[in-house]
C-alpha cells in the first residue's frame, strides 16, 4: 500500500499555498486592452474560493456531487474547482472550443449538479440542460452580475460560511475527459493522491522553481498536464502565472508576463524556430552570418562541457555572440524565461539543441491523462535530448514485447504508480481492458528504456500499420518531422495494406505567398494547392528531409496538398491537437484513392 506524502490532497495544497505565499502574486490578468497586469494574490483567491465554496454548499453541492465548469483558463476556473474540491465533490473541466453534443454527453455521463459557464453566450447554448438533463439543477455564469451569476454565488457564500473538508488521498477529485482520436469521451477518474502526488513528483525535478517564478498560461487546465505541471506544481513553491489572452496575442502577452518557466508544447517553439530562420534568410548579410556563428560557438562549448574541458577563445566568443544574437532571441519569450517543458510530442532534436545553446532549454516530458498526467521527464540534471526523461518518483515502467512484431527493440509501456488513474468512469470493460492484473496500465505507446532508465516513445500501437510488403510504419514521428518543414501546416501519412505510403499536407499558405510572388502564381490557396510548381517544392521537400532518417519504404510517394487545415471545428483534431486518423481518412478517401490509381 503505498503511503502518500503530504499534503495528499489538492484542498490540502491549496490552502497550504494560501497560508505560506499569502501576500505573494498569484494570477496576473491583463485589463482589456491595457499592457498592465492587475495581479491576484494567494490571500485574495483564498478568500474567494472560500466564498464560492459556501455559496455552493447553500446550492446543495456535498461530497459526491459533481461540478462542471465550461472555459478557458482564469482565476475563476480555480475558485469554482478548489472551492468543489473543499466540499468533497468532483469537478469536471471542459473546453471552451468544443461541440454542444460533447457537452451535454460529459455533462450527462459524469453527473454534473451543478454547471459553471464563463460566458453568457456558452449560456445560451446549454440552458435547455437543466430541463433535459434530470441531473443538472443550476448553471451559474462567470462573466454575469444578478441572479445566476458567480459574483451572486460569491456574495451568497460570504453570508453563509462553510468551512472546507480534507478528502482523504482515495477520494476522487475529479474526471478529466480524454476527446479520444475514436468513439465518445472517456471520462478519467483521478483522484486527490494520484494529482497531488504527480505534481510533487514533478516539483521535485525542478528545485529551481520558487517564490520569484513565473508562468505564461497557455494549456488548457481542462487537461491534466496543464493542471499538473503548471497550476498545482506553482501552488508548491509560491510562484504566479499570468495568462495569454489567444494565440495570436501570444508575442505580446510574453513581453508583459516576462515567464521564468513555460509549460508548452513543441509547437511553440517549432513555430517560433521556423520564424528565426526565415528571418536570417531574409535578412542574409552580416546579420546571418553572425547568427551561424553563434550557434556554432555554442555547440562548441557545450561539447567542451560533455568532456569536462573548456576553452578561453571559445567562451570569449561564445559571451560576445550571445549579447549580440541570443539576448534577441531570449527577449522574444520576455527576456527572464530559463526553460521550458514540453509534452505531446517528443521536440525534434535539432531545434532541441538551439534553444540549449540559445539558453532556453525545453526538457520533453510524457505522461496520459490516465497516469495523472507524469509518468517521465527530463530536467537539468537528467537529460537526454530525444528522449522523454526518466520515470518521476514512485513511477516505474515496464516494456511488454510480446505486444508487438518478433524481433523488435521496443514494446508497449506500462506504467505503475501512485499516478495511475481509478478508472474509466461508467466504463468498466475500457478499464480493465487498459489495467495489467498486478496495477499498471497500458499506455497503447510503444517505447524502449536505454541503459540508463531514459524512455524513448518510439510509436503508438493502434496507429503503426503494415505495408503491403509487410514493413511496419509508424507514422506520427514522419508526420512530425514534416510538420517541420516552413512551407507545411500539417500532414497526415498513409498507407496500411498497400504498396507505399501517400501523404495528405496542407501547406502553410501564408508562409507560401512569398513563393507565390517570386513565381507569379496567385494567392488563393485553391489555386495554389492545385499548382505543379508548389506540388513539386513541397514533395521535394519532404523528400529530401526524409532521406536519411527514414526507409525508403516509410518515405511518401505521392502527395496531395490540401485547403483546409485539420481542426477542432471539422473534427479532425483532439483538444490535445492529436489527429483523428480515421476521421481525415474517411473525409478524404476519395482523394487518397486517386493517389493509388494515378
Not at 110 to 127: A, T
Request: proline share 4%; net charge negative; aromatic share 10%.
Amino acid at each position: 500500500m503505498f503511503t502518500y506524502s503530504k499534503p495528499d490532497n489538492l484542498v490540502e495544497l491549496f490552502e497550504d499555498a494560501v497560508t505560506r505565499f499569502s501576500d505573494n502574486n498569484l494570477f496576473g490578468i491583463k485589463n482589456g486592452n491595457s499592457s498592465v497586469l492587475n495581479w491576484m494574490t494567494y490571500k485574495e483567491v483564498g478568500r474567494r474560493v472560500d466564498n464560492v465554496r459556501s455559496g455552493l454548499a447553500q446550492l446543495g453541492v456535498g461530497k459526491g456531487d459533481t461540478v462542471g465548469f465550461i472555459g478557458n483558463n482564469r482565476p475563476e476556473w480555480v475558485l469554482s474547482s478548489f472551492a468543489t474540491y473543499g466540499l468533497g465533490a468532483r469537478f469536471v473541466p471542459m473546453y471552451e472550443a468544443e461541440l454542444l453534443d460533447v457537452w451535454k454527453y460529459i455533462i450527462c455521463d459524469s453527473e454534473v449538479k451543478v454547471l459553471v459557464v464563463s460566458k453568457s453566450s456558452i449560456y445560451e447554448q446549454v440552458k435547455s440542460f437543466v430541463d433535459e438533463l434530470s441531473m443538472l439543477e443550476k448553471i451559474i455564469v462567470v462573466e454575469s452580475e444578478g441572479l445566476g451569476s458567480l459574483t451572486e454565488l460569491e456574495r451568497t457564500g460570504e453570508d453563509n460560511p462553510v468551512p472546507s473538508v480534507q478528502p482523504s488521498p482515495s477520494d476522487m477529485a475529479g474526471l478529466i475527459y480524454t476527446s479520444g482520436t475514436t468513439g465518445a469521451p472517456k471520462g478519467v477518474l483521478l483522484s486527490h493522491g494520484n494529482l497531488s502526488s504527480n505534481a510533487q513528483a514533478g516539483y521535485h525535478l525542478y528545485p529551481e522553481l520558487d517564490e520569484n517564478s513565473r508562468s505564461i498560461s497557455i494549456l488548457p487546465w481542462a487537461h491534466s498536464y496543464g493542471q499538473t505541471a503548471e497550476l498545482h506544481n506553482y501552488f508548491q513553491f509560491g510562484g504566479s502565472i499570468g495568462f495569454m489572452e489567444s494565440v495570436t496575442t501570444l508575442a505580446q502577452d510574453l513581453q508583459l508576463i516576462k515567464p521564468t518557466f513555460m509549460i508548452a508544447v513543441p509547437r511553440v517553439f517549432n513555430k517560433i524556430y521556423d520564424q528565426i530562420l526565415a528571418k536570417m534568410d531574409d535578412t542574409g548579410g552580416m546579420v546571418k552570418k553572425l547568427f551561424q556563428m553563434a550557434v556554432e560557438t555554442a555547440q562548441k562549448k557545450r561539447n567542451l562541457a560533455e568532456i569536462n574541458k573548456s576553452s578561453l577563445l571559445v567562451n570569449l566568443k561564445f559571451a560576445l555572440l550571445d549579447k549580440l544574437v541570443f539576448s534577441k532571441i531570449r527577449e522574444q519569450f520576455g527576456g527572464c524565461l530559463r526553460g521550458a517543458l514540453t509534452a505531446s510530442a517528443t521536440m525534434n532534436i535539432e531545434i532541441a539543441n538551439f534553444f540549449y545553446n540559445v539558453g532556453i532549454p525545453v526538457f520533453d516530458c510524457y505522461g496520459l491523462s490516465e497516469t495523472s498526467p507524469a509518468v517521465a521527464m527530463n530536467n537539468r540534471e537528467n537529460c537526454r535530448l530525444g528522449s522523454v526523461g526518466k520515470c518521476v518518483e514512485h513511477v516505474h515502467v515496464k516494456i511488454d514485447q510480446s505486444v508487438v512484431e518478433a524481433g523488435a527493440k521496443d514494446g508497449e509501456v506500462i506504467v505503475y504508480g501512485p499516478n495511475i488513474m481509478q478508472g474509466y468512469h461508467n466504463k468498466p470493460d475500457e478499464t480493465k481492458a487498459v489495467m495489467t492484473v498486478d496495477g499498471g496500465f497500458r499506455t497503447g505507446d510503444r517505447g524502449r528504456l536505454d541503459s540508463d532508465g531514459f524512455l524513448y516513445i518510439t510509436g503508438r500501437i493502434k496507429e503503426q500499420y503494415k505495408l503491403e510488403n509487410g514493413k511496419y510504419v509508424f507514422p506520427a514521428s514522419i508526420e512530425e518531422d514534416i510538420k517541420l518543414l516552413p512551407h507545411v501546416a500539417s500532414a497526415m501519412v498513409y498507407g496500411d495494406g498497400r504498396r507505399f505510403n501517400v501523404c495528405l499536407v496542407v501547406p502553410d499558405y501564408p508562409v507560401l505567398e512569398k513563393f507565390a510572388r517570386e513565381h507569379n502564381l496567385p494567392l488563393d490557396p485553391k489555386e495554389l494547392a492545385l499548382s505543379k510548381e508548389v506540388n513539386n517544392l513541397i514533395a521535394d521537400e519532404i523528400t529530401l528531409l526524409l532521406e536519411g532518417k527514414y526507409g525508403g519504404y516509410e518515405i511518401p510517394k505521392r502527395f496531395k496538398l490540401l485547403v483546409d487545415d485539420f481542426a477542432l471545428e471539422n473534427g479532425m483534431l483532439t483538444q490535445t491537437m492529436k489527429l483523428k486518423r480515421q476521421v481525415v481518412i474517411d473525409t478524404y478517401k476519395i482523394d487518397i484513392e486517386e493517389l493509388y490509381r494515378s
